[in-house]
């Protein structure tokens, strides 16, 4: 275990309440992402074969693959580009590593799968006196509250 | 004030005619006038004095009226001038505003106004169309949108933040923490 440093006030840890939220919206954003996916691939099909033409009934284990692939390309993305996926923006979330405040795309895109595989992990921020979910604990992250003023105070110091 | 002064410097024409100094002037013109008109009948009627004279005041009358039609142009330009000039001055010297203030009763005007017709003159369709277009109403609506987002946005975050809080707060106490010791 690392020695918990003191945080300062502006960069409070997020609790169980807002990264739920948060994780709903991103839930939701990648269903988006793959009924978008689901109604392009119907539209192919529709054009190469017009007259052929039935829904697509999709193999499960593929489905499931491409939604695994889908949820951590989103959330890789958005926590190396800013730290902040969908959910986390309307939250007022940041992912912040434990000295910098970006996340390293080796470290977001295995704590994207960790989060993916393993979302109950979530759970442990009620328990954990610095609010961390497992992924939190495995990958030396944080999940701080993302104000304008901790922004400021972040560009000054 | 101005016009007060106007009112003194003006006076009251009645006042004026009726000036001993005036009447007098005139009573003496009027004898004057009555006295030559008098000699000239008299001249008139002398018998060979009469006819020369008469014809000496034909060909006087005669000069008179070339000289008149002659100069009546320019005299008319001179007289023009002189009084457009003097027009100018009084107008200048007087506050024509005051005065119509003081002069006119412009509620009694305005009330007697038909707006009616002058409303029906204007197209109200048009005018309307350019209030409008000087009004930036996307950038209006766009701004309170944005506010109101934003406003929206700060009290999710805030409830959130709070129920986070709470939520530990009761996690806290059912494992017996001590809540500031986190």
């Known amino acids: 275990m690392i020695p918990s440093e003191p945080l300062p006030d502006a960069e409070r840890a997020a609790g169980i309440i807002t990264r739920g939220v948060a994780a709903v919206i991103d839930l939701l954003v990648v269903l988006l992402i793959m009924g978008a996916l689901y109604g392009g691939l119907v539209l192919v099909r529709l054009v190469y074969s017009p007259a052929a033409f039935s829904l697509p009934s999709l193999n499960a284990v593929f489905s499931t693959v491409v939604t695994f692939a889908v949820a951590v390309l989103y959330l890789t993305g958005c926590w190396a580009v800013s730290g902040s996926t969908a959910g986390a923006v309307t939250m007022g979330l940041q992912v912040v590593g434990r000295r910098s405040q970006r996340v390293g795309l080796p470290i977001a895109f295995l704590r994207?799968?960790?989060?993916?595989i393993f979302p109950i992990g979530l759970l442990w921020v009620l328990v954990d006196r610095r609010r961390r979910s497992l992924q939190d604990i495995v990958f030396r992250t944080r999940?701080?509250?993302s104000r304008p003023v901790a922004a400021d105070n972040r560009a000054t110091s | 004030m101005r016009h007060e002064?106007?009112?003194?410097?003006?006076?009251?024409?009645?006042?004026?005619?009726?000036?001993?100094v005036v009447s007098a002037a005139v009573g003496t013109a009027a004898m004057a006038a009555g006295a030559a008109e008098a000699a000239y009948r008299m001249a008139e009627k002398v018998p060979v004095f009469g006819p020369l004279?008469?014809?000496?005041?034909a060909g006087l009358s005669e000069r008179g009226d070339q000289w008149v039609a002659q100069s009546a142009d320019q005299f008319a330009a001179l007289v023009g001038a002189v009084a457009a000039r003097l027009v100018?001055?009084?107008?200048?010297?007087?506050?024509?505003?005051?005065?119509?203030?003081?002069?006119l009763d412009i509620d009694a005007l305005a009330s007697d106004l038909d707006i009616e017709a002058v409303?029906?003159?204007?197209?109200?369709?048009?005018?309307?169309?350019?209030?409008?277009?000087g009004v930036d109403l996307p950038a209006i609506i766009r701004e309170s949108t944005n506010s109101m987002t934003a406003e929206v946005m700060t009290d999710v975050r805030t409830q959130g933040e709070r129920a986070d809080d709470v939520v530990a707060g009761i996690v806290d106490r059912m494992l017996g923490r001590d809540r500031d010791n986190r």
């Open chain 1, 112 to 116: 994207a799968v960790g989060c993916v």
């Open chain 1, 143 to 145: 999940v701080v509250y």
């Open chain 2, 5 to 20: 002064n106007y009112d003194a410097v003006m006076g009251n024409d009645v006042d004026l005619l009726k000036h001993p």
């Open chain 2, 53 to 57: 004279m008469r014809r000496s005041v």
């Open chain 2, 88 to 103: 100018n001055v009084v107008l200048d010297e007087m506050d024509l505003n005051a005065l119509v203030r003081e002069r």
């Open chain 2, 119 to 133: 409303i029906n003159r204007v197209d109200l369709i048009a005018l309307a169309d350019r209030v409008i277009e």
